[in-house]
């Protein structure tokens, strides 16, 4: 592994306030809500540094979409610098959250924001390659790279 | 008459549970489901192991007879059995690949292939069952001797692939091995006498070829065809000239015939052309359709 952090100053941002949603919201358990999504995902840590994603402003609420008619969901992400080579890493955290969170007829986008990084399209058809995504989660040390950004906020 | 101006119906027979993961490839045992011989099928999965399903002749459903396990540390991702059905390889992301032998009412590993870097994608056997291949995301394609008593030589590994390679078949009559990868290219190997095995001709995307992953291949039963499919949510058909595949000297080049476009709008997976002649692919938008060709190709 690398010696020195890759992006050794990242610029954290403060946690943006949680809105409630209303318990008697009618249309809360058949729609899949974006922000929904969000709440699942803002808290999962970047893998060099102790913050979360939202923090690093990797992720915010306009990083998901979902067009419920053809039943997908996008996330885009911007990696704190264009050389990031965590990229791959925190695509692999957000399929894993996201893993049994909706019907089954759901799929998943992940790519990183257009511009965002030097080998955008090399990250994306990676973060997009269904058996490169599940021989990566079957390495023991990424397993735990990713185990260890998706639960260190329950710690 | 024309398959096209036919109506097809797939109907579900039956859901085969068992699998505690993902089951990611299956495959048919040569020389069963007719004639009274029941149909045999082997399936491979996520939860590393393989089984393998028999048809009941009484009932017509399918009963799981054996569970290949403890052999595999990882994904099994693919199975194939030997021309004959005598043996069964299974390709892992253990970066091995097994071949296991039918042995009284059980499944026998009778031998490891080691040899990859990484994760192994797919394997095939030529159709005299003398010669198996195997690739993975190592990039490379490994050609493997079957020798007697089970002993496989490496006779050959193949580079060329500049990405992860998907999948590997050989031509359905002559010696001539296919491998389509994430590079978005499809490479024909052939051999110019004493196992000295190289790449003949590359289609890529100048080549009216695919235009990001290629997932699968397919044979026609005269393997003058071949069907591609893609990510790039094409599949393309290829053809060749017979005669000159044939007769062996030389390789006879593949030109594309025409892409089939619009019918899958998430990467298409998998591609299979049956005997009969309908090629039937499945795709990540739940879908699986049928094709046939009509009058005019």
Same mark, same amino acid.
């Given at each position: 592994?690398?010696?020195?952090?890759?992006?050794?100053?990242?610029?954290?941002?403060?946690?943006?306030?949680?809105?409630?949603?209303?318990?008697?919201?009618?249309?809360?358990?058949?729609?899949?809500?974006?922000? @929904?999504?969000?709440?699942?995902?803002?808290?999962?840590?970047?893998?060099?540094?102790?913050?979360?994603?939202?923090?690093?402003?990797?992720?915010?609420?306009?990083?998901?979409?979902? +067009?419920?008619?053809?039943? #997908?969901?996008?996330?885009?992400?911007?990696?704190?610098?264009?050389? $990031?080579?965590?990229?791959?890493?925190?695509?692999?955290?957000? &399929?894993?959250?996201?893993?049994?969170?909706?019907?089954?007829?759901?799929?998943?986008?992940?790519?990183?924001?257009?511009?965002?990084?030097?080998?955008?399209?090399?990250?994306?058809?990676?973060?997009?390659?269904?058996?490169?995504?599940?021989?990566?989660?079957?390495?023991?040390?990424?397993?735990?790279?990713?185990?260890? $950004?998706?639960?260190?906020?329950?710690? | 008459?024309?398959?096209?101006?036919?109506?097809? @119906?797939?109907?579900?027979?039956?859901?085969?549970?068992?699998?505690?993961?993902?089951?990611?490839?299956?495959?048919?045992?040569?020389?069963?489901?007719?004639?009274?011989?029941?149909?045999?099928?082997?399936?491979?999965?996520?939860?590393?192991?393989?089984?393998?399903?028999?048809?009941?002749?009484?009932?017509?459903?399918?009963?799981?007879?054996?569970?290949?396990? @403890?052999?595999?540390? #990882?994904?099994?991702? %693919?199975?194939?059995?030997?021309?004959?059905?005598?043996?069964?390889?299974?390709?892992?992301? +253990?970066?091995?690949?097994?071949?296991?032998?039918?042995?009284?009412?059980?499944?026998?590993?009778?031998?490891?292939?080691?040899?990859?870097?990484? @994760?192994?994608?797919?394997?095939?056997?030529?159709?005299?069952? %003398?010669?198996?291949?195997? $690739?993975? &995301?190592?990039?490379?394609?490994?050609?493997?001797?079957?020798?007697?008593?089970?002993?496989?030589?490496?006779?050959?590994?193949?580079?060329?692939?500049?990405? +992860?390679?998907?999948?590997?078949?050989?031509?359905?009559?002559?010696?001539?091995?296919?491998?389509? %990868?994430?590079?978005?290219?499809?490479?024909?190997?052939?051999?110019?006498? /004493?196992?000295?095995?190289?790449?003949?001709?590359?289609?890529?995307?100048?080549?009216?070829?695919?235009?990001?992953?290629?997932?699968?291949?397919?044979?026609?039963?005269?393997?003058?065809?071949?069907?591609?499919?893609?990510?790039?949510?094409?599949?393309?058909?290829?053809?060749?000239?017979?005669?000159?595949?044939?007769?062996?000297?030389?390789?006879?080049?593949?030109?594309?015939?025409?892409?089939?476009?619009?019918?899958?709008?998430?990467?298409?997976?998998?591609?299979?052309?049956?005997?009969?002649?309908?090629?039937?692919?499945?795709?990540? +938008?739940?879908?699986?359709?049928?094709?046939?060709? /009509?009058?005019?190709?």
């Amino acid at each position: 592994m690398t010696l020195g952090l890759i992006n050794a100053n990242p610029v954290v941002h403060a946690k943006k306030k949680r809105v409630a949603r209303p318990l008697d919201d009618p249309h809360a358990d058949d729609a899949v809500d974006p922000l @929904e999504i969000y709440d699942i995902v803002r808290d999962i840590r970047d893998p060099e540094h102790p913050y979360s994603l939202e923090q690093l402003s990797v992720l915010s609420e306009e990083s998901i979409t979902v +067009d419920e008619k053809l039943g #997908r969901i996008l996330i885009t992400f911007t990696p704190t610098i264009q050389h $990031c080579s965590m990229a791959t890493v925190i695509g692999l955290c957000l &399929r894993e959250k996201l893993k049994d969170c909706f019907p089954a007829h759901f799929k998943v986008d992940i790519k990183v924001a257009p511009g965002s990084h030097a080998d955008e399209e090399a990250v994306n058809k990676q973060l997009n390659d269904k058996e490169r995504v599940a021989a990566a989660l079957e390495n023991p040390n990424l397993r735990q790279l990713v185990t260890e $950004c998706l639960y260190s906020s329950e710690l | 008459m024309s398959l096209v101006d036919e109506s097809f @119906e797939l109907k579900e027979l039956q859901v085969l549970e068992g699998h505690a993961d993902r089951v990611w490839s299956v495959a048919w045992k040569p020389a069963t489901g007719f004639d009274g011989v029941p149909a045999v099928l082997a399936s491979c999965s996520g939860d590393k192991t393989v089984r393998v399903w028999e048809q009941s002749p009484s009932s017509g459903s399918f009963q799981c007879k054996a569970v290949l396990e @403890e052999t595999h540390t #990882r994904t099994v991702r %693919s199975c194939a059995w030997s021309p004959s059905g005598k043996l069964l390889a299974t390709a892992s992301f +253990d970066a091995t690949t097994a071949v296991w032998e039918h042995v009284g009412d059980d499944y026998e590993c009778v031998s490891t292939l080691e040899g990859h870097e990484n @994760e192994v994608k797919s394997i095939s056997w030529n159709a005299s069952g %003398s010669l198996l291949a195997t $690739c993975g &995301r190592d990039k490379s394609v490994w050609i493997w001797e079957v020798l007697p008593g089970n002993e496989f030589e490496c006779v050959s590994v193949l580079q060329g692939h500049t990405q +992860d390679v998907k999948m590997v078949q050989w031509h359905p009559n002559m010696d001539i091995l296919f491998s389509c %990868s994430y590079d978005n290219t499809i490479k024909v190997w052939a051999e110019d006498g /004493d196992d000295d095995w190289h790449c003949v001709q590359t289609l890529a995307e100048a080549n009216n070829g695919h235009t990001s992953t290629v997932w699968a291949l397919s044979f026609n039963a005269t393997g003058d065809k071949m069907a591609t499919c893609s990510d790039d949510l094409t599949l393309k058909i290829w053809g060749s000239d017979l005669l000159t595949i044939q007769s062996g000297n030389g390789s006879a080049p593949w030109k594309h015939i025409c892409t089939l476009s619009g019918y899958h709008d998430r990467t298409i997976f998998s591609v299979h052309w049956s005997r009969e002649g309908i090629i039937a692919s499945g795709a990540a +938008d739940d879908a699986i359709r049928l094709f046939a060709e /009509d009058g005019d190709g």
